[in-house]
């Protein structure tokens, strides 16, 4: 990995951008749960605790109007590609200005308008459909690409196999990124697959396969920028695979009891947040005084998208009937 | 010009297809040269206009919806096709997660005009191809549901549908398609029509009256719409006038028409090609007694399938259809009763 080549390449704005949409998903997730576990916040939460690499060296290598997909543990995602704070919050809370108005919750999290759809907390599900956008893009001789994330538990999934084989024999400008973070919920990957590593599976639909280190988010861009560059220019799909780590359980109170100590520690050694920031210090882009600056700034304006999450108003009800339909009332 | 009603269908698709850059088809067989166009020749030769619009698929349903969802998504017109409606239940997820609740979950951002066709129908091939699946998505929000029952019908749906920004089931009955060549069935009704040049629509949300009458309301989908207007011969014969309605779209409920009807002839037999539980002359029947029960002279009635999978054995399979026969008799008995 030749990081004087990338740190050139990306430049030193958007290495700090990338760097800031880490810590504030980290702050975010530290947050939420603080507010759940208090409590203070209705529904669920998938947390996205420590593969922030993943979501942030993906999207810096994306358009505007390139479109993502998202899993039940959508907020890395959703930060990396653009959503304001606020419409997060606002869902979380379940108010009428969140990303969804309401109607989506803490697993649905997306806005087209940024080029993310939204969530999807059906495992796997997501697959197939990224595939149907990337086909769209590719009829109508558009030069976009769409990706799907999922984790390692998808790959068990028939959405999975005919998606991925839907998009080889297709040729379409896809990219599947699975975050192997070496669970799904409490169940180790190692204990459901006979492989010792996800991306073999490509092979099985003469499709391209990779594989980053999903702690280090410069090696992920790069591996991500590769794959993408091949779809753009109708060179088809990739599966690339991000060998990663949660930090936390798998949804509300999980205390992630079934992952050993030594597991937990090898992983935190290799901490993404702390890996970039050793990099960006040596490469002279940050020191710790802009770090300082960086964590406080970002912390102020979670405080501030929390309060208005906090603060906004309830949608109405009567509401539930909206959005079913476009050009149709619910019968009742 | 007279054409079947898969004829029918099939020019709508072309037609649609070529007003509309953004609609195309996707599914299994569909587009195969030497093949038959889909299970039942509807889209046979369609890839000859638009080949890359007419999109074939391995064997995967689940892509084929998921695909259909995604690319809808992004201003795609898919109409996906599965040969047999049975195997929607492969699709299950994308369906009715995915496909029926996006828009809602999106808060009203995303849109899938997707249109998605499902042949029905009992038609001897045992209990895996022959299911009419009608209510298995009547308690799906989100997914309107038609049924034509005429070729006339099915260009004005499938146009209607086509055009429809919500997510469209249309399901269509195998003895009505009038499949041509190897394709062609047994047992087959005759619902061709002759087809209008101008380009109309049939309106999602509008049942027809088939047949006036005074005496009772038939109300039959597909095959029983045509099975109630022989019944109703029948009974004619012995002085019982009935009207059918064909509801057209199964949801919305065209429910102003039919509780017009029942209003004037104070009796409704609701007549479905599949089991009684949890059907749709339950929801029918339901809406009729929770609105219109005061104008009711008897208790309304249901002519079903059994509530068994459907039988091969030709003569058990005549059992589990309602047949004219078997409708007249029932409907004979409610009158004389009340």
């Known amino acids: 990995m030749n990081y004087n080549k990338v740190i050139e390449e990306l430049g030193r704005e958007k290495l700090i951008t990338m760097y800031r949409q880490m810590v504030t998903i980290r702050q975010l997730e530290e947050s939420i749960k603080y507010l759940f576990l208090e409590g203070k916040m ?43 704070l606020k419409s997060i919050l606002a869902e979380l809370y379940g108010k009428k200005t969140g990303c969804s108005k309401g109607k989506g919750g803490a697993m649905h999290i997306g806005n087209i308008d940024k080029g993310m759809i939204n969530g999807n907390a059906v495992v796997g599900a997501n697959i197939p459909i990224t595939v149907g956008i990337a086909l769209a893009f590719k009829l109508k001789k558009e030069k976009r690409v769409a990706v799907s994330f999922f984790g390692d538990g998808a790959t068990n999934e028939g959405a999975f196999h005919e998606g991925l084989n839907m998009a080889a024999v297709n040729n379409v400008p896809v990219i599947f990124v699975c ?95 702390i890996f970039f920031e050793k990099i960006l210090k040596k490469k002279k882009v940050l020191n710790k005084e802009k770090i300082n600056q960086i964590e406080k700034m970002v912390e102020e304006e979670i405080a501030e998208a929390i309060k208005y999450g906090q603060e906004a108003p309830e949608p109405k009800p009567e509401e539930t009937y909206e959005d079913v339909y476009i050009n149709m009332e619910v019968p009742k | 010009m007279r054409l079947s009603l898969a004829e029918a269908l099939r020019m709508a698709i072309h037609d649609e297809m070529k007003r509309d850059s953004s609609v195309f088809c996707i599914g299994e067989d569909i587009g195969i040269s030497g093949g038959y166009g889909g299970a039942f020749t ?89 299911q009419n699946l009608e209510t298995y998505f009547l308690s799906c929000p989100g997914i309107k549901l038609v049924a034509p029952a005429t070729a006339y019908d099915a260009v004005g749906l499938l146009r209607a549908a086509v055009r429809d ?37 049939v309106p999602i949300g509008k049942g027809i009256i088939r047949r006036e ?113 078997r409708i007249a008799a029932e409907v004979k008995k409610m009158i004389e009763e009340n």
Not at chain 1, 218 to 233: G, H, M
Not at chain 2, 176 to 189: A, C, F, I, M, T
Not at chain 2, 303 to 315: D, L
């Open chain 1, 42 to 84: 209705p529904g669920t939460i998938h947390q996205y605790t420590g593969m922030e690499a993943c979501a942030v060296g993906v999207c810096a290598a994306l358009f505007k109007e390139d479109i993502i997909a998202s899993t039940h543990r959508p907020n890395g995602h959703a930060i990396a590609k653009g959503l304001s």
């Open chain 1, 179 to 273: 975050e192997n973070n070496q669970y799904g919920a409490s169940t180790s990957i190692k204990k459901v697959i006979k492989i010792e590593n996800i991306v073999e599976r490509s092979k099985a639909y003469g499709m391209r396969g990779d594989t980053g280190d999903g702690m280090d988010v410069l090696d992920v861009y790069c591996k991500t920028k590769e794959a993408v560059e091949l779809a753009r220019s109708g060179q088809g799909p990739t599966l690339l695979e991000l060998k990663t780590f949660r930090y936390c359980g798998h949804s509300r109170k999980d205390p992630n009891n079934y992952m050993s100590n030594e597991e937990k520690e090898y992983w935190k050694k290799k901490d993404s947040i």
């Open chain 2, 42 to 130: 509807v889209t046979l030769g369609l890839e000859k206009d638009f080949r890359e619009r007419i999109v074939d698929t391995p064997i995967s349903e689940i892509a084929i919806f998921g695909v259909a969802c995604g690319a809808a998504m992004m201003g795609m017109r898919p109409i996906a096709d599965v040969e047999y409606g049975d195997f929607l239940f492969c699709a299950m997820d994308q369906i009715v997660n995915q496909i029926a609740k996006v828009r809602y979950m999106s808060g009203g951002k995303l849109k899938v005009p997707v249109v998605m066709r499902a042949p029905v129908g009992v038609t001897g091939r045992g209990a895996q191809h022959a």
């Open chain 2, 165 to 201: 920004d919500d997510p469209v089931m249309i399901f269509e009955h195998k003895l009505l398609y009038g499949s041509k060549g190897p394709r062609q069935e047994n047992g087959v009704l005759d619902a061709s029509s002759e087809i209008p040049e101008e380009d109309y629509i």
């Open chain 2, 213 to 325: 009458g005074s005496s009772v309301t038939l109300i039959g989908s597909l095959m029983m719409m045509h099975y109630s207007l022989i019944a109703a011969e029948i009974l004619a014969k012995e002085g019982i006038d009935c009207e059918v309605i064909d509801p057209r779209t199964l949801w919305p409920l065209d429910t102003e028409l039919i509780f017009s009807s029942v209003m004037k002839t104070g009796r409704v037999a609701i007549v479905e090609e599949s089991p009684k539980q949890g059907g749709i002359g339950a929801e029918i029947g339901m809406q009729i007694a929770e609105n219109i029960s005061d104008y009711l002279l008897a208790p309304i009635k249901r002519i079903t399938a059994p509530n068994t999978p459907v039988p091969f054995a030709p003569v058990m399979e005549n059992f589990y259809v309602p047949q004219p026969e």
